[in-house]
């Protein structure tokens, strides 16, 4: 008699008696994930090349653990070449 492969039960295959939940809403363990989880409070920037003064970049940081401005190298589409770009206000 042949073997048959063990089946384990995902979130994705919605078995409600694991994950607590019977359809596709939110169920009682991402509850528990959201509750438990620390809100992180990220603020959006833009970045600014500081040869051609262009805004390429949008991005979140966290102010709690990188209070400073942001500087980085990256690609500038107008001046071509990879630049520092500083974070504006």
Known sequence: MASQP???CSESMGCPEIFGRTGL???VLKDALRKSEVEV???RITLECTECKN???NMTKDK???PE???TKKYCKFC???TL???TK
Request: charged share 35%; aromatic share 4%.
């Open 64 to 66: 709690k653990t990188h």
């Open 55 to 57: 805004r390429n970049y």
């Open 6 to 8: 063990s089946v384990t």
């Open 41 to 43: 409070v990220r603020t």
């Open 25 to 27: 809403g939110g169920g």
């Open 80 to 82: 071509r070449s990879h």
């Open 69 to 71: 401005r942001m500087e």
């Open 85 to 87: 770009h500083k974070e």
